[in-house]
Each structure stands twice: as C-alpha cells, then as structure tokens.
Nanobody
C-alpha cells in the first residue's frame, strides 16, 4: 500500500520561511512526478509546484519564492518556501504519480495534508 506522509507545516510570520517534506513509502516500481498542491478555505485545490523527473514547474504566485526539489533515492519531495505571505495560508498536499508495476498505468496519490499559516 502506497502512502505519502508530509511534514514541516506550521505557523510563520510574513516574510518567513518553512520547508515541507513528503516521503512516499510502500511498494511501487517508479515515481513519475512528485509535487505540491494547496487548498485555502473556500477555494479550490491548486498546483503550487511539481517536479517531473527533475524538471520543476511553479504556479506564477510562488515562482521566485518557492523551490521544489526531489531526492529520488529517498522517494522524497521537498518544498522550500521563502518570503511567505498571508495569502500562502492553506493546507498543503503532497501529490505523487507512480507506476506500481512495470506493466501498469500511472496512478495518482495524495498525502493527508499539512497546514501552513502565515500570520503576524
């Protein structure tokens, strides 16, 4: 059974930094994509940053402030968030697209989410 476990959320003042981590565990053949989405109260879940292979993609709202990186040996994705703003407040979800077996299609998995609150 595949699990994604996030860590690193919390409360930070505007202008501060946080680093989120997400580890994929369980049995799977390969990782295609790992990344981060977020959902603020009353809003739809949106893409924050993702790493396809080792190529990063960012939402316009976070480009230049956030950095996504992967440690493929550890099946881990990180999100370094700098110059945080109140509008970054949301539940952040880890997302992974995995191939469970060499002959299987890709499957999408989500973590349970971690709260990030930016407030003075």
């Amino acid at each position: 059974q595949v699990r994604l476990v996030e860590s690193g959320g919390g409360l930070v003042q505007p202008g501060g930094s946080l680093r989120l981590s997400c580890v994929a565990s369980g049995s799977f053949f390969s990782v295609h994509t790992m990344g981060w989405y977020r959902q603020a109260p009353g809003k739809q879940r949106e893409l924050v940053a993702t790493s396809v292979g080792n190529s990063p993609m960012y939402a316009d709202s976070v480009r230049g402030r956030f950095t996504v990186s992967r440690d493929n040996a550890k099946n881990t994705v990180y999100l370094q968030m700098n110059i945080l703003k109140p509008e970054d407040t949301a539940v952040y979800f880890c997302n992974a697209v995995l191939q469970l077996h060499v002959t299987s299609d890709l499957s999408v998995y989500w973590g349970q989410g971690t709260q990030v609150t930016v407030s003075s």
